[in-house]
């Protein structure tokens, strides 16, 4: 009995589970690897406290940062709509809430079908098909969609600095839109030999004793599964990394020197003025104050920028380094002996990635004068709505007088 409940432990591992070598999902209750450690052989984490923090982790955490996160991204997609797309930087983060909005629904699924395994006795549909087709592997996908557009708005916004003339000519919002569609298709590219590998059918489960839809893999996974670990899991996230770190350095030690600069040319030009009183020299402080004024849009669109780079380390450091230690563990992968440290590992990411696929607006709200009045205004929480609510209501109130005398 101990047995078969640490291989459907094992089963809940979503694309990592260790399937490999199986002609179908049913034969991984049956497998055992020569090298795989005795069920009481539970490494750092015992069975008990193991299923405990993962059930916690898997259908309670994520399944309601999933539902918080899909509704803030709903809500930011609307606003984008409102603003239209005239611009890169709309055009941007419409796609990376569309991105994270499609990630967090793959999550919501894989949380409701763990849920399933655990509690449900029988379902049509096999719930550990149902996390590798809409689960696991498609968010996986997103995810790392959402972090190349974030590496495409850093980019964008490093040369708005550097090359604040230039780069009005390359950077328009017909290109942007190529450029997402780009990224968007060389990430479905990356992971397309994976769901070569796997796919649903009709076939009796023994398990449950009827005939529902089931996973199928090919013989090949595990060469698939090898090359989309090391491209799609180390390679991407540590480029990604790099250029977001990069560019997110170079913007704050542009953003200092220009504040530095203005404050010291401020200080010059009164010093100037106080001295000479000069009309000239003040009507050149009045020309650098307007100056300064202008470019106060950008500098708060790359202050924004900067703090959602940042986030996106901190969320994506974590995910990259367990992908690198089980690179050089072997004992942490699916049913060996660290296998409940692997599961707490990964459903932790998760969390860790539906945090950062949620807490955007609140960015936004904080550091976008334009998305916090637009917010309120559909929320009608903006005085001017608010006072235009209520003209609007007494209008009908009078007009409805009118109609009863």
């Keep these: 009995?101990?047995?078969?409940?640490?291989?459907?432990?094992?089963?809940?591992?979503?694309?990592?589970?260790?399937?490999?070598?199986?002609?179908?999902?049913?034969?991984?209750?049956?497998?055992?690897?020569?090298?795989?450690?005795?069920?009481?052989?539970?490494?750092?984490?015992?069975?008990?406290?193991?299923?405990?923090?993962?059930?916690?982790?898997?259908?309670?955490?994520?399944?309601?940062?999933?539902?918080?996160?899909?509704?803030?991204?709903?809500?930011?997609?609307?606003?984008?709509?409102?603003?239209?797309f005239r611009d890169s930087v709309t055009i941007s983060l419409m796609a990376l809430a569309v991105a994270d909005l499609l990630g967090l629904a793959c999550m919501l699924n894989m949380c409701v079908c763990f849920g399933l395994m655990q509690f449900a006795t029988f379902t049509v549909i096999d719930p550990l098909a149902l996390v590798y087709v809409a689960g696991s592997w498609p968010h996986a996908m997103f995810t790392r969609m959402s972090t190349w557009i974030t590496v495409y708005i850093c980019v964008e916004r490093f040369l708005c600095v550097y090359v604040p003339l230039k780069v009005?000519?390359?950077?328009?919002?017909?290109?942007?839109?190529?450029?997402?569609?780009?990224?968007?298709?060389?990430?479905?590219?990356?992971?397309?030999?994976?769901?070569?590998?796997?796919?649903?059918?009709?076939?009796?489960?023994?398990?449950?004793?009827a005939t529902r839809l089931m996973l199928w893999v090919s013989s090949n996974r595990r060469e698939m599964e090898n090359i989309s670990?090391?491209?799609?899991?180390?390679?991407?996230?540590?480029?990604?990394?790099?250029?977001?770190?990069?560019?997110?350095?170079?913007?704050v030690s542009s953003l200092n020197s220009s504040s530095s600069w203005r404050e010291q040319h401020a200080g010059l030009s009164q010093t100037k003025h106080s001295q000479t009183g000069s009309s000239q020299d003040a009507a050149a402080s009045?020309?650098?104050?307007?100056?300064?004024?202008?470019?106060?849009?950008?500098?708060?669109?790359?202050?924004?920028?900067?703090?959602?780079?940042l986030i996106c380390v901190m969320c994506t450091v974590p995910e990259l380094t367990i992908n690198i230690v089980r690179r050089f563990f072997p004992d942490l992968d699916a049913n060996r002996r660290y296998r409940y440290t692997n599961v707490i590992m990964y459903y932790a990411k998760y969390t860790i990635q539906n945090v950062n696929a949620s807490v955007n607006i609140a960015i936004y709200y904080r550091m976008s004068s334009r998305y916090r009045q637009t917010l309120r205004s559909m929320l009608c929480l903006d005085s001017n709505s608010v006072s235009e609510k209520k003209g609007v209501?007494?209008?009908?109130k009078q007009e409805k007088i009118v109609r009863q005398s």
């Design 1 to 84: 009995m101990t047995s078969q409940t640490d291989n459907n432990v094992s089963m809940r591992l979503c694309h990592d589970i260790d399937i490999a070598h199986c002609s179908n999902a049913s034969d991984v209750m049956e497998e055992k690897e020569p090298s795989l450690a005795s069920p009481e052989d539970s490494g750092l984490i015992s069975p008990e406290v193991g299923r405990i923090v993962e059930i916690t982790l898997a259908v309670f955490i994520n399944g309601s940062l999933s539902c918080v996160g899909l509704v803030t991204n709903m809500i930011n997609m609307v606003v984008f709509a409102k603003h239209g």
């Design 168 to 209: 009005r000519s390359f950077i328009t919002a017909k290109k942007t839109s190529a450029y997402i569609l780009l990224i968007s298709g060389l990430m479905v590219a990356c992971y397309a030999n994976i769901y070569a590998t796997f796919g649903v059918e009709w076939r009796f489960d023994p398990r449950v004793n």
């Design 229 to 251: 670990g090391v491209m799609n899991g180390s390679i991407l996230p540590a480029v990604s990394l790099t250029i977001i770190i990069i560019c997110t350095c170079a913007m």
């Design 286 to 309: 009045q020309r650098s104050v307007a100056d300064s004024g202008k470019n106060m849009p950008e500098r708060r669109v790359a202050r924004m920028v900067i703090v959602i780079a």
């Design 393 to 396: 209501v007494k209008a009908i």
